[in-house]
């Protein structure tokens, strides 16, 4: 009878191939079982970098590059998170920017290296590259008043850009009832040549149509969705109507993927949304509900419904990423070997709060998406209360003045004053990292908090309100040595990518009036690029 072949007895090129198979947690266990386990890991770079990536929530994407060593790719990981903790923001390079009051209207957006830009006031648009590198297509095009769409008797309501996949979406209403959506190349006049049409119908195209009051147009990948607060006489005088579609706008012009509702009068905006990947979608109607869009042939399937501690007035800031917004790994594929884990990344909700001007506030939720990924056992029935799924999952914030911030992957981007009792603003930027390593690789820069905090937040009056308490670990550093706000520049947004910060700042000019100069934004301004 032929011994067995003990585990252990294998060769370790033998052993680190069996251990890449394991969840990245696991491999980290086997460390600690015994000395061989623990030095197979330590001589494989390929071993090291299944963990990294997983600690940092990244996925891989295929590269035709294999010249490159698994250990250069490892240690590039490394060295690039700990990169983010010590940004130099006097480093920067600029692009000067012409900038009218219009142009200060949100959105602006950087995404897919090009600063996208949209006025609903003077119906104009912008698109050009931000300092691209020599693999990105680049896309530069201006659109004059009238030249985004051109059906007679047409409004604009919204419109939507992707880089990525060359994509421009313009929502339209024509006649005030009928809703259209045009589906354009954004390098050309033309209609998008992966499109299934020119343009997606809305369902309601009955002779009876609600009149849209506003409209708000996102994409992620294959989707497209529109979300409408209607003005329907059906309704009683305390509630306004909603309805949000989703298409498929590379496989048909129509959809039957539809949701609607209501919501109390005193709301200014029904309801927002925003794509989390993975064919699933979060619905925020003063609570978060969390949709299935798989089957595009009927309505959204309802997963869960997460409470929130109060009825709120939530805006989404959606997570944004260069390659993992779009469903198709194909323009930047070829120069990238990573992007964010849909499942572990960040989302960002705002609620804002006033008893007066003077008192305005903020309210900013930072949520982990795993949430709204790993259901076991839980119910679509069955609202999920706060408690349950809130403090873990969360961190809260609350900005009293005017402040700014971005997410990209798992990291958060802010701007807001040090001393909030000073009489000029003077942001400085703070960055949080809430990836799992972020307490490795910061490699003693930062700091590191995972003590719970406790926030009051209210309604949207400000009238009743309650103390919450929240523990999502994270990492942040702030780089007070440099203050954006000064006599001569305003910080108007900040963005933040994989490789980059953008803060986008306007010449201020000196009026007076009585007494002393007062300094406002003027028409002239820079996009300043910080490469980390």
Same mark, same amino acid.
């Given at each position: 009878?032929?011994? %067995?072949? %003990?585990?252990?007895? @294998?060769?370790?090129?033998?052993?680190?191939?069996?251990?890449?198979?394991?969840?990245?947690?696991?491999?980290?266990?086997?460390?600690?079982?015994?000395?061989?386990?623990?030095?197979?890991?330590?001589?494989?770079?390929?071993?090291?970098?299944?963990?990294?990536?997983?600690?940092?929530?990244?996925?891989?994407?295929?590269?035709?590059?294999?010249?490159?060593?698994?250990?250069?790719?490892?240690?590039?990981?490394?060295?690039?998170?700990?990169?983010?903790?010590?940004?130099?923001?006097?480093?920067?390079?600029?692009?000067?920017?012409?900038?009218?009051?219009?142009? +200060?209207?949100?959105?602006?957006?950087?995404?897919?290296?090009?600063?996208?830009?949209?006025?609903?006031?003077?119906?104009?648009?912008?698109?050009?590259?931000?300092?691209?590198?020599?693999?990105?297509?680049?896309?530069?095009?201006?659109?004059?008043?009238?030249?985004?769409?051109?059906?007679?008797?047409?409004?604009?309501?919204?419109?939507?850009?992707?880089?990525?996949?060359?994509?421009?979406?313009?929502?339209?209403? @024509?006649?005030?009832?009928?809703?259209?959506?045009?589906?354009?190349?954004?390098?050309?006049?033309?209609?998008?040549?992966?499109?299934?049409?020119? %343009?997606?119908?809305?369902?309601?195209?009955?002779?009876?149509?609600?009149?849209?009051?506003?409209?708000?147009?996102?994409?992620?990948?294959?989707?497209?969705?529109?979300?409408?607060?209607?003005?329907?006489?059906?309704?009683?005088?305390?509630?306004?109507?909603?309805?949000?579609?989703?298409?498929?706008?590379?496989?048909?012009?129509?959809?039957?993927?539809?949701?609607?509702?209501?919501?109390?009068?005193?709301?200014?905006?029904?309801?927002?949304?925003?794509?989390?990947?993975?064919?699933?979608?979060?619905?925020?109607?003063?609570?978060?509900?969390?949709?299935?869009?798989?089957?595009?042939?009927?309505?959204?399937?309802?997963?869960?419904?997460?409470?929130?501690?109060?009825?709120?007035?939530?805006?989404?800031?959606?997570?944004?990423?260069?390659?993992?917004?779009?469903?198709?790994?194909?323009?930047?594929?070829?120069?990238?070997?990573?992007?964010?884990?849909?499942?572990?990344?960040?989302?960002?909700?705002?609620?804002?709060?006033?008893?007066?001007?003077?008192?305005?506030?903020?309210?900013?939720?930072?949520?982990?998406? %795993?949430?709204?990924?790993?259901?076991?056992?839980?119910?679509?029935?069955?609202?999920?209360?706060?408690?349950?799924?809130?403090?873990?999952?969360?961190?809260?914030?609350?900005?009293?003045?005017?402040?700014?911030?971005?997410?990209?992957?798992? +990291?958060?981007?802010?701007?807001?004053?040090?001393?909030?009792?000073?009489?000029?603003?003077?942001?400085?930027?703070?960055?949080?990292?809430?990836?799992?390593?972020?307490?490795?690789?910061?490699?003693?820069?930062?700091?590191?908090?995972?003590?719970?905090?406790?926030?009051?937040?209210?309604?949207?009056?400000?009238?009743?309100?309650?103390?919450?308490?929240?523990?999502?670990?994270?990492?942040?550093? @702030?780089?007070?040595?440099?203050?954006?706000?000064?006599?001569?520049?305003?910080?108007?947004?900040?963005?933040?990518?994989?490789?980059?910060?953008?803060?986008?700042?306007?010449?201020?000019? +000196?009026?007076?009036?009585?007494?002393?100069?007062?300094?406002?934004?003027?028409?002239?301004?820079?996009?300043?690029?910080?490469?980390?």
């Amino acid at each position: 009878m032929k011994p %067995r072949t %003990r585990f252990l007895s @294998v060769t370790e090129e033998l052993l680190s191939y069996i251990l890449s198979f394991l969840p990245h947690r696991d491999i980290l266990r086997c460390t600690s079982v015994c000395k061989t386990l623990r030095q197979t890991y330590l001589s494989s770079s390929r071993l090291q970098y299944i963990v990294e990536m997983s600690g940092q929530k990244l996925l891989a994407v295929p590269n035709t590059d294999n010249s490159i060593p698994i250990s250069k790719h490892l240690q590039f990981l490394r060295d690039k998170a700990h990169a983010w903790f010590k940004v130099d923001l006097h480093s920067f390079k600029t692009v000067p920017v012409t900038m009218s009051q219009q142009f +200060r209207e949100k959105p602006n957006i950087v995404a897919g290296g090009h600063f996208c830009w949209w006025s609903r006031q003077e119906d104009t648009a912008m698109i050009f590259p931000v300092l691209p590198k020599p693999s990105q297509q680049s896309i530069q095009r201006n659109w004059l008043p009238g030249k985004l769409c051109s059906v007679p008797h047409s409004r604009n309501l919204d419109v939507f850009m992707d880089p990525a996949q060359n994509l421009i979406a313009v929502a339209y209403v @024509v006649d005030h009832k009928a809703v259209y959506i045009n589906l354009g190349a954004l390098d050309s006049d033309g209609v998008h040549p992966e499109a299934a049409g020119e %343009r997606l119908f809305l369902s309601d195209d009955s002779e009876h149509r609600s009149e849209t009051k506003s409209a708000k147009l996102k994409g992620f990948g294959r989707h497209i969705a529109l979300s409408r607060r209607l003005d329907d006489a059906n309704l009683t005088s305390s509630d306004k109507a909603w309805q949000l579609q989703i298409w498929d706008w590379k496989c048909s012009t129509t959809s039957s993927s539809i949701l609607s509702g209501a919501v109390p009068n005193r709301s200014y905006t029904a309801i927002d949304f925003c794509f989390l990947g993975n064919n699933r979608l979060l619905v925020t109607t003063g609570n978060l509900n969390l949709y299935s869009i798989e089957d595009m042939s009927q309505p959204p399937e309802l997963l869960a419904c997460f409470l929130m501690p109060m009825p709120m007035e939530l805006r989404c800031l959606s997570p944004i990423d260069d390659i993992g917004h779009s469903s198709e790994l194909h323009m930047q594929a070829q120069s990238t070997m990573y992007t964010s884990d849909p499942t572990h990344q960040l989302i960002c909700l705002t609620a804002f709060a006033t008893r007066c001007s003077l008192l305005s506030s903020t309210q900013v939720f930072i949520i982990s998406t %795993r949430i709204f990924f790993d259901l076991d056992g839980m119910a679509a029935a069955t609202p999920i209360p706060w408690q349950h799924w809130g403090p873990s999952n969360t961190r809260v914030f609350r900005h009293w003045y005017n402040f700014q911030i971005h997410i990209n992957g798992n +990291r958060v981007l802010q701007a807001f004053p040090v001393d909030t009792r000073a009489e000029k603003w003077q942001p400085v930027l703070h960055l949080m990292d809430f990836s799992p390593l972020a307490v490795t690789n910061r490699r003693g820069l930062g700091q590191v908090v995972k003590k719970p905090s406790t926030t009051y937040i209210s309604d949207s009056n400000d009238e009743f309100g309650e103390y919450l308490t929240t523990s999502l670990p994270y990492v942040k550093v @702030v780089f007070s040595d440099r203050k954006f706000d000064s006599d001569d520049s305003e910080l108007q947004d900040i963005w933040i990518d994989k490789d980059r910060i953008y803060t986008l700042n306007a010449d201020t000019e +000196r009026v007076w009036f009585h007494g002393p100069p007062l300094f406002r934004a003027g028409s002239t301004g820079k996009l300043e690029v910080i490469d980390v």
